[in-house]
């Protein structure tokens, strides 16, 4: 296809071919060393490679465009060390969040930066086949111009869906989409290669890749070695037209054994509550749902807090997160009494350390779409499965 650029190197291709556990613990220095770069001898130091090893694949990967020298850097007791950086621009992914009534689409680098970025309204009871073509035509007008490599397209929706066949199951509330190949319809309408998974993996995905973004006011530091050390257990909670949850548990995304895992919004709290799209009573999301209808968003936070602290006390997570547009109109009122949930819950079971924290997630309206696009980029950095 046109905007597939196929003349740069074909780096496309050659990052789509790394397998290389050590390169891509090479690449995943290179890339959260930032411009200032990283010294081989650093690199084999923190890889435990040796120098050899550590030449041949920086090497290699100068070659395929993917590192370039960035200066040269004192040493003590020898001459200058040459630092090497992550070539950004050398390769980039499309992430594609398909929610109920909208569609996000986003074109990051390497280092999963957003570099151009549509939003439109979308209908997804119009048909599976309508959807599909709606979001290639809002993909296809993204890349027009842009000129650049692309490795293919994550693709972030409500589930529950098969992750690795990227086949749909009943999405609550659409139950016509069951059974359809949305990977290979979408893959055969552009031509590239395309990774589905749910919005709530998704964006917890590029929250455990990219980090939390400790300048976003958040209170939290990033994932990776920033000033509040790595979070290797996580729960991320979206509230916008549906309820779920993403995991991070030991670093990495926990899908299930079915790829099930995270239908956060769909366990009953209330035996005789309200009917819920799933065929269940007193699902968390009814309620919460049912609560904002009525403009009673301190009812909707307490009920979000009893399903998280449910989560906090099955799991013995470290954080909780909270994402969505419904989080988003109402941050501090949902923030408050979620954790007020959870700080009655820790009282009561006499923990000494205090209640599990509740913030904000970052990446705000585009976080799933950036975390889809992070479906594509986290493997090539030993980060995680797409």
């Known amino acids: 296809m046109a905007y597939v650029n196929r003349t740069n190197t074909e780096s496309g291709v050659n990052l789509l071919a790394l397998r290389s556990h050590n390169a891509a613990l090479v690449l995943d220095l290179l890339r959260t060393a930032g411009e200032g770069g990283i010294s081989r001898l650093e690199l084999a130091e923190r890889t435990g490679l040796t120098p050899q090893a550590v ?22 007791g020898g001459k200058p060390r040459t630092v090497l950086r992550l070539v950004p621009e050398a390769g980039h992914a499309v992430g594609l969040h398909l929610d109920r009534d909208e569609v996000t689409v986003v074109l990051c680098d390497l280092t999963g930066a957003v570099v151009a970025e549509r939003r439109v309204p979308l209908d997804l009871g119009a ?55 949305l990977r290979d319809a979408l893959a055969g309408r552009l031509g590239v290669p395309v990774v589905v998974d749910k919005d709530t993996n998704a964006a917890a995905l590029g929250i455990a890749v990219v980090g ?8 939290i530091g990033t994932t990776g070695d920033g000033p509040f050390g790595p979070l290797e257990s996580f729960a991320y909670l979206h509230l916008g037209t549906g309820l779920g949850a993403g995991l991070v548990i030991g670093g990495g995304v926990h899908r299930g054994a079915r790829t099930g895992a995270g239908e956060f919004g769909h366990q009953v709290i209330q035996l005789d509550g309200p009917p819920c799209g799933c065929g269940n009573r007193g699902c968390v999301e009814a309620l919460c749902l049912a609560a904002v209808d009525r403009g009673a968003v301190g009812e909707a936070a307490r009920v979000l807090g009893v399903g998280a602290a449910n989560l906090v006390g099955l799991l013995d997570i470290d954080l909780v997160l909270l994402g969505g547009r419904t989080v988003a109109a109402h941050q501090e009122a949902f923030v408050r ?17 205090g209640a599990v924290p509740v913030r904000v997630a970052p990446g705000g309206a585009r976080g799933v779409a950036e975390g889809a696009a992070q479906l594509l980029l986290a493997p090539l950095f030993g980060r995680g499965e797409g």
Do not use: C, M, N, Q
């Not at 009655?344 to 006499?350: C, D, H, K, Q, S």
């Open 127 to 181: 048909g599976a086949e309508a959807v599909v073509e709606s979001a290639a035509r809002e993909v296809e007008a993204l890349l027009t111009g842009a000129g650049v490599s692309v490795l293919g397209v994550g693709v972030a929706l409500p589930g529950p869906l098969d992750h690795v066949r990227g086949v749909l199951h009943r999405v609550t509330g659409f139950p016509e989409w069951d059974g359809f190949p």
């Open 337 to 353: 009494g979620v954790g007020a949930v959870l700080e009655e819950r820790a009282r009561l079971e006499g923990v000494d350390d």
């Open 55 to 76: 030449s041949k694949i920086t090497a290699r990967l100068r070659a395929d465009g993917l590192a370039a020298e960035a200066g040269r850097r004192a040493s003590t």
């Open 212 to 219: 939390s973004g400790s300048g976003s006011g958040s209170g």
